[in-house]
Antibody, heavy 117, light 113 residues
């Protein structure tokens, strides 16, 4: 059974860096074709794809956020970490990580992040 | 970026009736070398993450009831619920995973009439 869980701060100040961790079980990110992606969602809006890391350390980023995002993996810990610099109130929302096998087949429950001074 | 356009934005269907949602992509999602079409469909209920229903355009995810089906090719796709159940209400999204960024449609809100 595959599970994922997001952790990190629920409140950050403007200009700060957000660091979120996705802890997962039930699959190995060293297995061929596996990936973990990050998304965010504002109320009433569709999810927004942010970043993706594959088993071979291939990394992909949202073009509009590329200069603010970094995604890394720790295969031994079954964790994927995403950092987003220079947070703004517009970056508030629910942040999800998800397992990518073909499509995104399993998602974490999400972490609500508020950006406020 | 590939743009995904869903229609309608909202839909009200009676219990037991058919619901149909369409999704159009701004470019083909068919990767001819693998003969695979890189589109998935998700269902989201309030306060929950999206749940994958269909991938490769027409493959039902394990555990998804067979009243859900996906069809289409290239740039035009359809999600059909053959007989609406109460638990099917919520928002449905299509998503392409042909190329990053893996973009979503704007969503279709499904309600019971």
């Amino acid at each position: 059974q595959i599970t994922l869980k997001e952790s990190g701060p629920t409140l950050v100040k403007p200009t700060q860096t957000l660091t979120l961790t996705c802890s997962f079980s039930g699959f190995s990110l060293s297995s061929h074709a596996m990936g973990v992606g990050w998304f965010r969602q504002s109320p009433g809006k569709a999810p927004e794809w942010l970043a993706l890391i594959y088993w071979n350390d291939d990394k992909r980023y949202s073009r509009s956020l590329e200069n603010r995002l970094t995604i890394t993996k720790d295969t031994s810990k079954n964790e994927v970490v995403v950092t987003m610099t220079n947070m703004d109130p517009k970056d508030a929302g629910t942040y999800y990580c998800a397992h990518k096998r073909d499509a995104y087949s399993m998602w974490g429950q999400g972490l609500v992040v508020t950006v406020s001074s | 970026d590939i743009v995904m356009n869903q229609s309608p934005d909202s839909l009200a269907v009676s219990l037991g009736e058919r619901a149909t949602i369409t999704c159009k992509s701004s470019q083909t999602l068919l990767y001819t070398l693998k003969n695979q079409t890189y589109i998935g469909w998700y269902h989201q209920k309030p306060g929950q993450p999206p749940k994958l229903l269909i991938y490769w355009a027409s493959t039902r995810e394990s555990g998804v009831p067979d009243r859900f089906s996906g069809s289409g090719s290239e740039t035009h796709f359809t999600l059909t619920i053959s007989s609406l159940h109460p638990e099917d209400v919520g928002v449905y999204y299509c998503q392409q995973y042909y190329t990053t960024p893996h973009t979503f449609g704007q969503g279709t809100r499904l309600e019971i009439k």
